[in-house]
């Protein structure tokens, strides 16, 4: 049974950081590309940031240069480290694995957590 366990949301205030953290069980977490995603009220699910079983990286445009994402194989986790946080970031953030063999993907998620920036 693949679960992905998310930590870390919470209330901060605009210019404050966060650190989101998730930790992966029942896949072989080195093969999968991580992914952060968020929802805001109203609105999609969007990509924040990604990270590829290489290590390379992807990012956001409204992101890039304030949040950064890292994973540690060794403890099967994807972190989220977001700076500069404003409200606009306010949405629910969650954890993706993926992974592509042939024609098949192989996608999971988190329950998802809340993050709402506001003085």
């Known amino acids: 049974q693949v679960q992905l366990v998310e930590s870390g949301g919470g209330l901060v205030q605009p210019g404050g950081s966060l650190r989101l953290s998730c930790a992966a069980s029942?896949?072989?977490?080195?093969?999968?590309?991580m992914g952060w995603y968020r929802q805001a009220p109203g609105k999609q699910r969007e990509l924040v940031a990604k990270?590829?079983?290489?290590?390379?990286?992807h990012y956001a445009d409204s992101v890039k240069g304030r949040f950064t994402i890292s994973r540690d194989d060794a403890k099967n986790s994807a972190y989220l480290q977001m700076n500069s946080l404003k409200p606009e970031d306010t949405a629910v953030y969650y954890c993706?694995?993926?992974?592509?063999?042939?024609?098949?993907?192989?996608?999971?998620w988190g329950q998802g957590m809340q993050v709402t920036v506001s003085s």
């Open positions: 993706n694995a993926d992974r592509i063999v042939g024609f098949i993907e192989h996608k999971y």
């Open positions: 990270i590829t079983s290489g290590s390379s990286t």
């Open positions: 029942g896949i072989i977490f080195n093969i999968y590309d």
